[in-house]
């Protein structure tokens, strides 16, 4: 193993350059640790988010040599001895260095219809919920997400319609379909359904292979395409 | 659900189901086309296979159907990710090369079987 | 170099490739479609017409062209089946096998054609 890494860092927004760093190689060793390495030793006006360091949060995500990942979670260890390349997610505008604008990305998630809507009143008695029931376990199979959009970066609908909603979100609308309790499914199924939603997915499972919690969009995109085409069907809405 | 919504939702279900539909269909086209080419192929030999089988018609006239609702749809999904041509024109160019693949190949039918 | 370069490595993945193949193959058999029922209807135009055809299609290139396009039917069909699958199916953890199987269907397929037709 080489004692140092040589980092390449994409420096500026939507333009800008590659910028090369060398940072001790140290044990146990995470792309996030060598970024905040050149924040905190060599160049203190690079910009970049995180906040858990732990793969709870979501902040962190980043380009590494060329596809997206948790920072905080990826060992630089597994990624051999080359030079490490870091840019910022692809698909959402970027702001400075690492650092991406999230906001289209959350948008969309309001766009999906991913809020609750209660359907019983403030005095009703707890909804009981069935764990083994197969909509729980449909929604079970969906809730870790963390909103890190390293799917939304590995999704090439996005980058060919940027009016997608992208798998995050539907996969967000997914679980609210799959709840008993929620009293919005018309609304929300109309706001999946089309040529922006749900039926443009062409199942590559890009999002599927790449998101870190190993959730899988693509099947809950596939549930909402069902559950879109029953509702057209009947016309209802 | 709006217009757009319910229109793509349906489309996506046309797709499918004429996909479901091809793959019986080509899996027997296949297995014929394999079987009816060994020692070549004749225009004798296809027409005297064709000519009066009312089953076979049948079997061609709805691969002909789900073929030309399959492809226009698989174009227009490549012509709005591809080329980012999206809109009502590209329905409609979708939609009259359906009609001709149907009317074109029904038409080739006509001469087989008829 | 001021304009970020275009990350590729995020598609390199069986599902991926699938997914491209799928795309080709269905948009070559798409412009094939028409040029197929052109064919099939010389029979309109009588016998004569329809052998004509067939015997300039018996030209090696011609042969070629065919086996490729048995291979990318074979492959259309084998790839939907898998969407297919995976959209109205449970969903099957054994992904990767099934790309494999799809492809290893559609060589078969072209395999056994050629040797049909080239034993003619
Ligand atoms: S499966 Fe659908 S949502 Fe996931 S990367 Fe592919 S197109 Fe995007
Ligand atoms: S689905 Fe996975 S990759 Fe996408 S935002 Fe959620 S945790 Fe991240
Ligand atoms: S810093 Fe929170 S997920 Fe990486």
């Known amino acids: ?237 | 659900m709006n217009l757009r919504g319910r229109a793509e939702a349906i489309a996506w279900g046309a797709q499918r189901a004429s996909a479901a539909v091809l793959a019986a269909c080509v899996l027997v086209h296949l297995a014929t086309i394999l079987y009816a080419v060994r020692g070549g192929l004749t225009a004798a030999e296809i027409l005297g296979r064709t000519r009066g089988s009312a089953g076979l018609a049948l079997f061609y006239g709805l691969f002909v159907l789900a073929a030309a609702i399959h492809a226009p749809l698989g174009l227009r999904t490549i012509a709005r990710e591809t080329f980012g041509w999206r809109g009502g024109a590209l329905d409609l160019a979708s939609a009259a090369f359906a009609l001709f693949l149907a009317w074109f190949g029904w038409r080739a039918l006509g001469g087989l079987f008829g | 170099m001021n304009r970020p370069p275009p990350a590729f490595r995020h598609r390199n993945h069986p599902a991926w490739w699938a997914f491209a193949v799928h795309r080709i193959s269905g948009l070559v058999l798409a412009l094939f479609l028409p040029l197929h029922f052109w064919a099939l209807g010389q029979a309109i135009a009588g016998e004569a017409a329809l052998d004509g055809f067939l015997r300039w299609t018996a030209n090696p290139l011609a042969k070629l062209a065919e086996t490729g396009l048995v291979i990318l039917l074979a492959a259309h069909l084998a790839g939907g089946l898998r969407i297919l699958a995976i959209e109205f199916l449970p969903w099957s953890p054994r992904q990767k096998a099934a790309v494999a199987a799809s492809a290893g269907f559609a060589v078969a397929a072209g395999l056994l054609f050629l040797f049909n037709v080239g034993a003619a």
């Open chain 1, 1 to 237: 193993m080489k004692a140092a890494i040589e980092a390449r860092i994409w420096r500026g927004g939507a333009e800008g350059r590659f910028e090369t760093f060398s940072v001790p190689r140290r044990d146990s060793q995470t792309v996030l640790d060598v970024v905040t390495f050149v924040q905190r030793r060599l160049d203190p006006t690079l910009s970049y988010r995180y906040a858990c360091r732990v793969g709870m949060c979501g902040s962190c995500a980043m380009t590494v040599n060329g596809r997206p990942r948790w920072t905080c979670r990826t060992h630089v260890s597994r990624l051999g001895e080359g030079p490490l390349t870091i840019e910022p997610l692809a698909n959402l505008p970027r702001i400075k260095d690492l650092a991406v604008d999230m906001v289209p990305f959350f948008d969309k998630w309001a766009k999906a219809g991913g809020r609750f809507v209660p359907s019983a009143d403030a005095g009703a008695d707890f909804a009981a919920v069935e764990p083994a029931s197969p909509a729980r376990r449909e929604a079970d199979a969906g809730i870790e997400c963390i909103g890190c959009a390293v799917c939304y970066a590995a999704c090439d609908l996005v980058s060919w319609n940027p009016d997608y909603l992208g798998p995050a979100a539907l996969n967000r609308a997914w679980t609210l379909v799959s709840d008993v309790r929620d009293g919005g499914q018309a609304e929300r199924l109309a706001a999946v359904a089309g040529d922006a939603g749900c039926h443009a997915c062409h199942s590559q499972q890009s999002c599927r292979e790449h998101c870190p919690k190993s959730l899988n969009p693509t099947a809950s995109i596939a549930g909402l395409k069902r559950a879109a085409l029953r509702a057209a069907l009947k016309g209802g809405a």
